[in-house]
């Protein structure tokens, strides 16, 4: 069957879709941090842990991340708008001005974030231009007084401050 579906229709639609935004980052065989921001962290499994996050077959920072022992997922917060753009950005360090900290086996962790997860990673499968990599979950913390940055329509944005039960 062919797809009509046109790519950039497809992408603007999934943007009516809010996300977190995430930093996936690991120090690299030089010892200084690489990563990316990714929109596409999801939970998977609870028992065991799993997490996933899914990546472009064109990004140039995955080959650097892929073979680590560990990888920092940091959630990113509301007030780190920048950080989520610096983390996107081509040409540039987007460590610089950065507070960050590592965890155990080089996993690198976005300092004043919501969440941050120490992963390992368990499996990558092919799935049309990217792949889906699944994480292992070894370590967890939140920070739950810090509010989580949100990824909508193409723009950053804050929740407002109102809650409906579930
Ligand atoms: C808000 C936001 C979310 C993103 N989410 C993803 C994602 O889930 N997967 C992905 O491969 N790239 C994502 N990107 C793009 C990467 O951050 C990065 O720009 C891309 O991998 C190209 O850089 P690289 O060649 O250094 O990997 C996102 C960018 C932004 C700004």
């Known amino acids: 069957m062919t797809n009509t579906l046109e790519s950039g229709e497809l992408r603007r639609v999934l943007g009516a879709f809010p996300t977190g935004v995430t930093a996936i980052?690991?120090?690299?065989?030089d010892g200084r941090p690489v990563g990316l921001a990714a929109s596409s962290f999801t939970s998977v499994s609870l028992e065991p842990p799993l997490v996933s996050v899914c990546v472009a077959h064109t990004s140039t920072t995955w080959p650097a991340l892929r073979g680590r022992d560990r990888l920092g997922v940091s959630v990113l917060g509301a007030h780190q708008e920048r950080a989520g753009r610096q983390l996107s950005a081509a040409?540039?360090?987007?460590?610089?001005?950065?507070?960050?900290?590592t965890g155990i086996d080089g996993a690198v962790l976005v300092t004043g974030a919501?969440?941050?997860?120490?992963?390992s990673i368990e499996q990558q499968?092919?799935?049309g231009d990217h792949d889906i990599i699944l994480l292992r979950v070894h370590d967890v913390q939140a920070d739950h007084d810090v509010a989580p940055l949100v990824f909508h329509a193409s723009k950053f944005r804050r929740l407002e401050r109102e809650d409906f039960p579930v």
């Open 114 to 119: 919501s969440a941050w997860f120490e992963c």
């Open 125 to 127: 499968i092919r799935a």
């Open 91 to 101: 040409g540039q360090d987007r460590f610089l001005d950065l507070a960050w900290h």
């Open 25 to 29: 980052a690991a120090l690299g065989e």
